[in-house]
């Protein structure tokens, strides 16, 4: 095998790569805190060559070097070694792996002959916690070294197929929303006959996965997806969870870190990735505590971690089937006939997209039509003129975003104004730029192209003129419907199919919360529930106050 010591996109002028900010992705800890450390785990001494753990490894331990010297590692397709970095006096090896049970994406070998502290796992999380000075620099660092394994494919897996076909798309979101290294390799600009030739496949097997060496996943499902990377728990259907949350938005994440924190067992359940509706966001800039904005996806992540850090478990593709109301503790039924148990859940499934009512829809979806305007969509658009559809926030933040490489963005509201459904500072931002044509009192009547989507026609709904446009991507931002059928005979229901709540309680259920519905031990929050504010706020405010709610409900069953 040969070696590299830098990866190939690694630009020593960008301050932005995490692998530049050595010192705090690559920390060095003082004296004191390696004592400190010592009391967690073990000294050993390990000869030159000694292997540390290998890519696919679960559960691996957190090692403190005192002397010598460990080199962490990659190994690509062509079984060329890349050296990521190497961890020197009181360095700590580790990612965010380590605060889960998901396999490890990288190699950790002795390059030196080294003097250790090996802290196991179960001593690692009392570490982070009984020292929350070394847990932060911890923290920091795992979450920096993730962020440089994904701009470098660190780790990760190869995507091959066409940028643009629907399931390329859709695995590609996939992989990005939770935070999974992988490289694009794009069939229609990119030669991949060698490729092809040499697994034996034909282009309408694309795309497909190559990851663990030669290992191939073709046009896999999301959950197919999942189990084969490790990005879900191993869930083991004996155990009883004093609290199981379904969905991982920001209502749901928000229970999950406040419950596990307080000691509360916790699982996670979510469909697809954690950050829901707002995990697609570009930038959230009213959120309180990040004045120049934040995006959903990483406000997601920063939350994933914190729950996990205190114990949550996170089940990844794991779609709720149902939950059975008729006995305790209750039964939630996943896809795949799996079951979990938990004496308190929390319904935080949230919303799913609302679609426009044009024919030929369904034809374009994943193939030019869009539900978020995240990087990956922006890259897709460069240059180009696309349609945005929608009146609320998360429409003016994808117009925004947008606005910065697309050539127009047609932005389409059926109201005579935005100022009713939007915040005002998006609402200015809109009007002065130059890039956004805003149509109000517009429809969208016509889609067209073959095989995806090439021009959108609208219509002025107090004019009837129509305009047409050649645009490939239409994003369509204009609500959504609640995700509560697996509720369905459980819990009372709205008209609409939102979750009531803040039913008078019975006796096994003392106390009054807002958040509780008409069965006890189950509570609902964030955008699932009737009658909430649809912001990212208010469903982690949500989320953390129903805690108490579930421990005087714990505390009485």
Not at 191 to 217: E, H, M, W
Not at 271 to 293: D, H, R
Not at 300 to 305: K, L, M, N, S, T
Request: glycine letters at 8%; charged letters at 20%; aromatic letters at 6%.
């Amino acid at each position: 095998m040969s070696e590299t010591r830098l990866p190939a996109s690694f630009d020593e002028n960008d301050a932005t790569d995490p692998y530049r900010r050595e010192a705090q992705t690559f920390a060095v800890l003082n004296t004191d805190m390696a004592q400190r450390v010592r009391a967690f785990g073990t000294e050993e001494r390990l000869a030159a060559g000694a292997q540390l753990f290998s890519r696919g490894d679960r559960g691996v331990d957190f090692f403190l070097v005192l002397s010598g010297t460990i080199e962490i590692y990659d190994v690509d397709g062509k079984h060329q070694v890349h050296i990521v970095t190497t961890h020197r006096e009181h360095q700590f090896t580790g990612e965010l792996d380590l605060f889960n049970d998901r396999p490890v994406l990288v190699n950790a070998r002795v390059a030196e002959e080294a003097r250790v502290v090996r802290v196991k796992r179960t001593d690692f999380r009392r570490l982070v916690t009984a020292e929350p000075d070394i847990g932060e620099i911890i923290m920091r660092a795992f979450i920096l070294r993730r962020v440089g394994a994904i701009r470098h494919g660190h780790g990760g897996v190869a995507l091959v197929g066409p940028a643009n076909a629907g399931d390329t798309l859709r695995i590609q979101r996939f992989l990005t929303r939770n935070g999974y290294p992988h490289r694009l390799f794009d069939t229609e600009t990119e030669q991949a006959d060698s490729f092809l030739n040499c697994f034996k496949l034909t282009r309408d097997q694309l795309p497909v996965i190559a990851y663990s060496g030669c290992s191939l996943l073709r046009n896999p499902t999301n959950a197919e997806l999942a189990d084969a990377l490790g990005l879900t728990e191993t869930l083991d259907p004996t155990v009883i969870y004093d609290l199981a949350v379904v969905g991982a938005g920001p209502g749901g994440l928000a229970a999950a870190v406040y419950a596990a924190s307080e000691g509360l067992s916790t699982i996670v359940l979510e469909a697809l990735a954690p950050g829901g509706q707002a995990g697609t966001s570009s930038k959230i800039e009213n959120y309180l505590g990040f004045p120049t904005g934040i995006s959903g996806q990483a406000l997601a992540g920063r939350a994933q971690v914190q729950a996990q850090k205190f114990g949550a478990r996170l089940a990844i593709s794991r779609a709720v089937k149902s939950v059975r109301c008729d006995r305790r503790p209750y039964t939630i039924e996943l896809e795949g006939s799996t079951e979990i148990r938990a004496r308190a859940v929390v319904v935080a499934s949230g919303a799913r997209y609302r679609t426009l009512d044009v024919p030929n829809y369904s034809r374009y979806e994943a193939h030019g039509i869009h539900y978020a305007a995240t990087a990956m969509e922006a890259q897709l658009c460069k240059n180009q003129e696309v349609v945005v559809v929608g009146g609320g926030n998360s429409a003016g933040q994808a117009a925004m975003f947008l606005s910065r490489t697309v050539a127009c963005v047609h932005m389409l509201v059926r109201g005579p104004e935005l100022a009713a459904t939007m915040s005002d500072y998006l609402v200015q931002r809109i009007k002065a730029s130059p890039r956004i044509s805003l149509r109000t009192n517009s429809e969208i009547v016509e889609l067209d192209g073959d095989p995806a989507l090439q021009h959108v026609r609208w219509r002025d709904r107090l004019t009837d003129d129509s305009t047409r446009v050649a645009a490939a991507n239409l994003f369509v931002m204009i609500g959504a419907v609640p995700s509560s059928e697996w509720l369905a005979g459980c819990v009372d229901l709205d008209a609409k199919g939102f979750v009531l709540t803040g039913h008078k309680l019975d006796p096994l259920h003392p106390g009054f919360s807002p958040y509780a519905t008409s069965m006890p031990g189950i509570y609902a929050v964030g955008d699932i529930r009737s009658g909430s504010v649809k912001r990212v706020a208010s469903a982690v405010g949500e989320g953390s106050v129903v805690v108490q709610a579930i421990h005087q409900y714990l505390a009485t069953n």
